[in-house]
Structures are given as C-alpha cells and as structure tokens.
T-cell receptor, first 108, second 113 residues
Framework: GIQVEQSPPDLILQEGANSTLRCNFSDSVNNLQWFHQNPWGQLINLFYIPSGTKQNGRLSATTVATERYSLLYISSSQTTDSGVYFCAVGSNTGKLIFGQGTTLQVKP | DAGVIQSPRHEVTEMGQEVTLRCKPISGHNSLFWYRQTMMRGLELLIYFNNNVPIDDSGMPEDRFSAKMPNASFSTLKIQPSEPRDSAVYFC???????????FGQGTRLTVV
C-alpha cells in the first residue's frame, strides 16, 4: 500500500516565525489533503490539493504529484496554529492513508 | 450543512460490554469511512462504504468489530465484546465520491475499563 512520511515529526516555533512541513508519498495519488488536529482533537480541513498550489490566509500548500511530495507553509505563526498537522493521500477509491503527523508548538 | 455527526462524543464502558458508535454523513455524500486514532498507530482506516456497500474492511482489527450502513444517512460501528485495548478515538468521515475531499466528524472518545 501507499506509504506516507511526514517531516519533521516535531517543531517548536516562536510566534511570528515561518515554517514548512513536508509530506512524501510512495505512489501516484489522486487525492491529497492537509488537516490540522487542534488541541480538542478535531480534524480541520486545511487543503484538498492533489496537485498545484493553493493559499488560504497565512497558510499555503503545494503538491508536486510527479515527484510525490507536498509542502505546507505556515507564515507568521500564531499560538492558535499549535497542534498536529496531518497529510493524507488516497486513490480514486477514496481510501485515505494518513501520515504520522507533525506536532507543532508555537510559543508566545 | 451540519457536517458529519458522530455520537456519542465520549463513551466509558466496562470490558466485555457491547459498544455502538454512530455516524451520520453529510447529506449527498455517498462514501463513508471509519477511522481509529491511537498514540501507537496513529490514524488508521478500519472500513469504508460506497453507496452503503462495504468496500474494504481489511483494517477491521478482529471479529469483535463490525460495521453497518443500513441507509445513506446512517452508519454504526459495533464492538462486542469490548476490551481495554479498544480504547481510542474513533472518527467517521464522508466524501461525495472516492478521491474527493473528505470531511471528518468530531470523533468518539472510547474508554474501556
């Protein structure tokens, strides 16, 4: 099956700093999503991005499907950005395989 | 839209008891997924349905777990008998069709004592 690797596993930032999270996957996919799991455990949709680049406020994401990776950029981080960021990839069956996540802590 | 709705939000039960988790997908979505999240294994897919039909249940850990989707607006995940190692957060998700954006419910935190 598809393997998904996220890096780094943990990240500590000072408020205002920028960061880049990476997701590598082992096979061709036609679905890729980024989620933020907040401290209350909710999985919040950030991006549905099987290819290309998208931006939403301070967050943006790029997926290069031919090279099997995706990047999530967080600019001017805030304490509310803390939590776990997951990348999930899948095929046209809809079966989503999750990476192990990047735990982000933003300090005031 | 209310999103994917799961119930209960929290469940504490004694070992050996039957547990039933419920999920209402987003209206119009025809694919439904059950995931389990633990510290050790992360988020793992247990089973998913397309048009109410189970497509892949290879992630169901053992025969104590069963899932049904009697209609397009309701699904259950049942554990009988429950064991302490089943303690986890169980998520339900739905999509319009395979390969499109999935939306998750708020999860059910299950504790088996």
């Amino acid at each position: 099956g598809i393997q998904v690797e996220q890096s780094p596993p943990d990240l500590i930032l000072q408020e205002g700093a920028n960061s880049t999270l990476r997701c590598n996957f082992s096979d061709s996919v036609n679905n890729l999503q980024w989620f933020h799991q907040n401290p209350w455990g909710q999985l919040i949709n950030l991006f549905y991005i099987p290819s290309g680049t998208k931006q939403n406020g301070r967050l943006s994401a790029t997926t290069v499907a031919t090279e099997r990776y995706s990047l999530l950029y967080i600019s001017s981080s805030q304490t509310t950005d803390s939590g776990v960021y997951f990348c999930a990839v899948g095929s046209n069956t809809g079966k989503l395989i999750f990476g192990q996540g990047t735990t982000l802590q933003v300090k005031p | 839209d209310a999103g994917v709705i799961q119930s209960p939000r929290h469940e504490v039960t004694e070992m050996g008891q039957e547990v039933t988790l419920r999920c209402k997908p987003i209206s119009g979505h025809n694919s439904l997924f059950w995931y389990r999240q633990t510290m050790m294994r992360g988020l793992e897919l247990l089973i998913y349905f397309n048009n109410n039909v189970p497509i892949d249940d290879s992630g169901m850990p053992e025969d104590r777990f069963s899932a049904k989707m009697p209609n397009a607006s309701f699904s259950t995940l049942k554990i009988q008998p429950s064991e302490p190692r089943d303690s986890a957060v169980y998520f339900c998700a739905s999509t319009i069709m395979g390969g499109t954006e999935a939306f998750f419910g708020q999860g059910t935190r299950l504790t088996v004592v």
